[in-house]
């Protein structure tokens, strides 16, 4: 089974994406791909902190990556 495939996550960024692009109103866009990955990376690492109680070591293991990349990317995001 696709994860992305028929999502609600895809159709989120798509609807946002659309938002952005009114709200700007004839503005030049920033890189579109930065901004998308930081915003979705920085509420991803807040919701699954808060799903397993701020246990980095728990987050760490959910999101698939080393404690010390999320430290670092806490950190980065001023989440710690």
């Known amino acids: ?4 495939s028929n999502n609600g996550i895809a159709d989120a ?8 692009f009114e709200d700007l109103d ?8 930065n901004l998308v990955m930081k915003c979705v990376e920085k509420s991803t690492l807040q ?5 397993v109680g701020g246990n980095q070591c728990a ?10 990349t999320l ?6 995001y001023d989440l710690l």
Not at 47 to 51: D, H, K, P, T
Not at 71 to 76: A, G, P, Y
Request: proline letters at 7%; one cysteine or more.
């Open 13 to 20: 960024v798509v609807r946002s994406l659309e938002q952005y």
């Open 1 to 4: 089974m696709n994860p992305c």
């Open 26 to 33: 004839g503005e030049k866009p920033v890189p579109i791909y």
């Open 59 to 68: 987050a760490a293991s959910l999101l698939g990556i080393n404690r010390n």
């Open 71 to 76: 430290r670092r990317k806490l950190t980065d």
């Open 47 to 51: 919701f699954v902190l808060e799903r």
